[in-house]
């Protein structure tokens, strides 16, 4: 009933940007924080970036000053805009959403949803 797809990731070379999207679509009555996550080959998940249904964003330290979260609340959709990229950033990233749903004039949540992963490379 809700599904989130990640759009954006791919090989880039150190110093290069990329931009990365994910969009929810389904039964969405609203949607709270959206984040980004990222997973590197034996590490675990780790947040890279928040932002709240009011725009407040929270940033890892490693990615401070580099990567710019922002939202399209109209589009239920998130964005992760990657600067200055090393190749310590390559990893599978994640969306992640806090969506309240309704189905059969009910609601629920809220309830977190996964994006299914985008891998960024950053490599010479």
């Known amino acids: 009933q809700v599904q989130l797809v990640e759009s954006g990731g791919g090989l880039v070379q150190p110093g290069g940007s990329l931009r990365l999207s994910c969009a929810a679509s389904?039964?969405?009555?609203?949607?709270?924080?959206m984040g980004w996550y990222r997973q590197a080959p034996g590490k675990e998940r780790e947040l890279v970036a928040s932002i709240t249904s009011g725009g407040i964003t929270n940033y890892a330290d490693s990615v401070k000053g580099r990567f710019t979260i922002a939202r399209d609340n109209a589009k239920n959709t998130v964005y992760l805009l990657m600067n200055s990229l090393k190749p310590e950033d390559t990893a599978v990233y994640y969306c992640?959403?806090?969506?309240?749903?309704?189905?059969?004039?009910?609601?629920?949540?809220?309830?977190?949803?996964w994006g299914q992963g985008t891998q960024v490379t950053v490599s010479s």
């Open positions: 389904g039964n969405i009555f609203s949607t709270n924080a």
């Open positions: 992640n959403v806090e969506i309240h749903r309704y189905s059969g004039g009910n609601y629920y949540g809220p309830a977190p949803y």
